[in-house]
């Protein structure tokens, strides 16, 4: 039997490990130096110098407009993916469910370099479009595969009783299936757009006119060292994203136990 | 949702607007943004800015047709590779009088001898850093990272072409040698000179001698300099057997439809102001002879930055190696798994 003491110091260890990356991260988003080496007194200038700088707020904006953009359509075109093979046929289901693992298994920079070659070939130019459709591509099996299990778990004959009663096949679907199969398109909703933040060499060989996104941004300033103006943005982001799941928290646990156990 | 994908797409590739629209790809990092703003308020051209974080990312996405751009700010063998592959069209130097204020060292270089294609941005050196109150001994030759008595306080460069090139030039080869003696000799040389390093390191070379955390540390003279006013200790000497010179420099891909209006740019980051506000920013050594002469007189004595042409007799300047490249990757990879 495991002491309670020695349970709780172990897994603020491990919270620990995760988060002094971060901890340090912010700390030096105040440090009045470019580099780590020295501490040379507290500021807010880098915050000030974000605001005003052109090239980060570009890369922000085009970071979260594609994101929000991409996550929504792969989640539509992945939902409706999944019930299609869902209701397929056996052979068919195999083939259809192996090329949606393709796309996951294949290294990043064979996916962004054949998508390139794609545009460059259809005469596409490379920018703000292509960025989202190639977002999309990505971002679609994964809506697909979150998407898919809950449908198999599904009780087949709830939807053919709601035909039965007399409701159209839509409507069947919006008020049967849909409900049931939510949490797992939100979460599938999630993961693409975190998917989508987080993705470097796809969106590096698949944008080009002036878009830019935060990763690229990034990591194109490694040959000079990371700007501190760089830890400012990523203090923001991150108290933005604590701040939002210390809200959706504090609302759920303000429901009925009752509404809490569908979410799930 | 299908008609919102169409109506994105199209509305991206409707291009074709009165304004004329000029893309500039340059390093993360690498200018003063407000420069930006100045060019597209005298000349009421738009500018499309994007960075790239090496020249190899750069000249993929050139080489296979994406990107569009009409000003590039490659490095020199990118340059040299470049030129030989077609890839660049030709600078009218009449559309830039500016070219003026480029100091004579500065032209003729080995990657563009009849200075057609390429417009010099920043320069520097590669040398040894290294910190005073724990190297007593002065610092003349590339061998001292190689001495004992520093085991694990050298930091060494992940890059594959300055480690190899620093150590061919302590043994007395060329930089660009395809002597493949000479390479193993090299390899040799790294592979006993392992158990010393610290680290082979990136830009978090800078984090780490600032701290004091080493000796000493191979690193780029633009680096150097800002190194050295965070931690006085710090101090750079470029070795006598000779280093590397590498070069910034402006082009204009074959490819691009806007070849006056990227003359127009280049022009006007040589116009004497710009070149300073950027060389200001960045840190690194400008080969504008008027900016050169704004400078702070602290840093436009600093030897560091600005070696006479003595010091850097030795230096030379790296060449494309094409396909020879495969067998400094090789041993690369064999010094770095040993």
Same mark, same amino acid.
């Given at each position: 039997?495991?002491?309670?003491?020695?349970?709780?110091?172990?897994?603020?260890?491990?919270?620990?490990?995760?988060?002094?990356?971060?901890?340090?991260?912010?700390?030096?988003?105040?440090?009045?130096?470019?580099?780590?080496?020295?501490?040379?007194?507290?500021?807010?200038?880098?915050?000030?110098?974000?605001?005003?700088?052109?090239?980060?707020?570009?890369?922000?904006?085009?970071?979260?407009?594609?994101?929000?953009?991409?996550?929504?359509?792969?989640?539509?075109?992945?939902?409706?993916?999944?019930?299609?093979?869902?209701?397929?046929?056996?052979?068919?289901?195999?083939?259809?469910?192996?090329?949606?693992?393709?796309?996951?298994?294949?290294?990043?920079?064979?996916?962004?370099?054949?998508?390139?070659?794609?545009?460059?070939?259809?005469?596409?130019?490379?920018?703000?479009?292509?960025?989202?459709?190639?977002?999309?591509?990505?971002?679609?099996?994964?809506?697909?595969?979150?998407?898919?299990?809950?449908?198999?778990?599904?009780?087949?004959?709830?939807?053919?009783?709601?035909?039965?009663?007399?409701?159209?096949?839509?409507?069947?679907?919006?008020?049967?299936?849909?409900?049931?199969?939510?949490?797992?398109?939100?979460?599938?909703?999630?993961?693409?757009?975190?998917?989508?933040?987080?993705?470097?060499?796809?969106?590096?060989?698949?944008?080009?006119?002036?878009?830019?996104?935060?990763?690229?941004?990034?990591?194109?300033?490694?040959?000079?060292?990371?700007?501190?103006?760089?830890?400012?943005?990523?203090?923001?982001?991150?108290?933005?994203?604590?701040?939002?799941?210390?809200?959706?928290?504090?609302?759920?646990?303000?429901?009925?136990?009752?509404?809490?156990?569908?979410?799930? | 949702?299908?008609?919102?994908?169409?109506?994105?797409?199209?509305?991206?590739?409707?291009?074709?607007?009165?304004?004329?629209?000029?893309?500039?790809?340059? @390093?993360?990092?690498?200018?003063?943004?407000?420069?930006?703003?100045?060019?597209?308020?005298?000349?009421?051209?738009?500018?499309?800015?994007?960075?790239?974080?090496? *020249?190899?990312?750069?000249?993929?996405?050139?080489?296979?047709?994406?990107?569009?751009?009409?000003?590039?700010?490659?490095?020199?063998?990118?340059?040299?590779?470049?030129?030989?592959?077609?890839?660049?069209?030709?600078?009218?130097?009449?559309?830039?009088?500016?070219?003026? =204020?480029?100091?004579?060292?500065?032209?003729?270089?080995?990657?563009?001898?009849?200075?057609?294609?390429?417009?010099?941005?920043?320069?520097?050196?590669?040398?040894?850093? =290294? *910190?005073?109150?724990?190297?007593?001994?002065?610092?003349?030759?590339?061998?001292?990272?190689?001495?004992?008595?520093?085991?694990?306080?050298?930091?060494?460069?992940?890059?594959?072409?300055?480690?190899?090139?620093?150590?061919?030039?302590?043994?007395?080869?060329?930089?660009?040698?395809?002597?493949?003696?000479?390479?193993?000799?090299?390899?040799?040389?790294?592979?006993?000179?392992?158990?010393?390093?610290?680290?082979?390191?990136?830009?978090?070379?800078?984090?780490?001698?600032?701290?004091?955390?080493?000796?000493?540390?191979?690193?780029?003279?633009?680096?150097?300099?800002?190194?050295?006013?965070?931690?006085?200790?710090?101090?750079?000497?470029?070795?006598?057997?000779?280093? *590397?010179? @590498?070069?910034?420099?402006?082009?204009?891909?074959?490819?691009?439809?806007?070849?006056?209006?990227?003359?127009?740019?280049?022009?006007?980051?040589?116009?004497?102001?710009?070149?300073?506000?950027?060389?200001?920013?960045?840190?690194?050594?400008?080969?504008?002879?008027?900016?050169?002469?704004?400078?702070?007189?602290?840093?436009?004595?600093?030897?560091?930055?600005?070696?006479?042409?003595?010091?850097?007799?030795?230096?030379?300047?790296?060449?494309?190696?094409?396909?020879?490249?495969?067998?400094?990757?090789?041993?690369?990879?064999?010094?770095?798994?040993?």
């Amino acid at each position: 039997m495991v002491k309670p003491r020695l349970k709780w110091v172990y897994a603020c260890l491990i919270y620990l490990f995760l988060y002094a990356p971060i901890i340090i991260l912010i700390i030096y988003s105040f440090n009045d130096s470019r580099y780590r080496g020295s501490w040379n007194g507290f500021t807010l200038k880098w915050y000030q110098q974000l605001f005003q700088d052109r090239q980060i707020m570009s890369a922000l904006y085009y970071t979260l407009v594609v994101a929000v953009l991409s996550s929504i359509i792969a989640t539509v075109l992945g939902t409706a993916g999944a019930i299609g093979i869902h209701n397929m046929k056996k052979i068919k289901k195999t083939m259809a469910m192996n090329l949606t693992y393709l796309p996951v298994v294949n290294p990043d920079i064979v996916t962004g370099l054949a998508l390139m070659i794609l545009f460059i070939f259809a005469h596409v130019q490379l920018g703000f479009g292509s960025l989202l459709l190639a977002h999309i591509t990505f971002n679609t099996p994964y809506v697909i595969l979150s998407v898919l299990p809950k449908l198999k778990q599904l009780d087949k004959n709830l939807y053919e009783a709601a035909l039965d009663l007399g409701a159209t096949p839509f409507h069947a679907f919006q008020r049967v299936i849909l409900p049931e199969i939510m949490p797992r398109i939100i979460t599938g909703l999630l993961l693409a757009f975190t998917l989508s933040v987080d993705d470097f060499v796809i969106s590096f060989f698949t944008t080009g006119s002036g878009v830019s996104t935060l990763s690229i941004t990034i990591y194109s300033m490694a040959r000079r060292g990371i700007n501190p103006k760089i830890n400012a943005l990523s203090t923001l982001l991150f108290l933005t994203v604590l701040l939002l799941l210390i809200i959706v928290n504090k609302r759920m646990s303000s429901q009925s136990p009752q509404v809490r156990k569908n979410l799930r | 949702m299908l008609l919102l994908v169409l109506a994105v797409l199209a509305l991206s590739s409707c291009g074709k607007k009165d304004q004329v629209v000029l893309s500039v790809y340059n @390093w993360g990092d690498y200018i003063d943004e407000s420069v930006i703003s100045l060019f597209e308020k005298e000349y009421g051209i738009k500018v499309n800015y994007d960075t790239f974080s090496t *020249n190899e990312d750069m000249y993929v996405k050139i080489k296979s047709g994406g990107g569009n751009y009409d000003v590039l700010f490659p490095s020199d063998y990118t340059i040299k590779r470049m030129i030989n592959e077609g890839m660049l069209a030709k600078v009218n130097m009449g559309n830039i009088p500016n070219y003026k =204020y480029i100091a004579d060292r500065f032209r003729n270089l080995a990657y563009d001898p009849d200075n057609e294609y390429s417009v010099p941005y920043m320069w520097g050196t590669v040398g040894i850093l =290294y *910190n005073t109150t724990m190297v007593k001994e002065p610092v003349t030759s590339w061998k001292i990272l190689w001495d004992e008595k520093y085991k694990k306080q050298i930091l060494m460069l992940d890059s594959q072409r300055d480690s190899i090139g620093i150590t061919l030039k302590m043994l007395g080869y060329s930089m660009n040698t395809r002597n493949p003696e000479e390479l193993q000799a090299a390899k040799k040389a790294l592979i006993q000179q392992k158990p010393l390093v610290l680290a082979y390191v990136g830009d978090d070379v800078k984090d780490k001698m600032i701290a004091g955390e080493a000796a000493l540390a191979v690193v780029w003279s633009g680096d150097a300099v800002f190194m050295q006013w965070e931690n006085e200790d710090l101090a750079y000497a470029v070795p006598e057997e000779g280093s *590397n010179l @590498w070069f910034d420099a402006m082009v204009i891909p074959a490819t691009s439809k806007h070849q006056k209006e990227a003359e127009l740019f280049i022009n006007f980051m040589c116009d004497p102001k710009i070149a300073f506000m950027n060389t200001d920013y960045i840190g690194y050594s400008t080969p504008h002879i008027e900016a050169y002469k704004m400078l702070d007189p602290e840093l436009a004595n600093d030897k560091t930055a600005y070696p006479d042409e003595a010091d850097v007799a030795n230096c030379e300047v790296f060449e494309d190696l094409s396909d020879y490249l495969a067998e400094y990757d090789r041993i690369w990879t064999e010094v770095k798994a040993h």
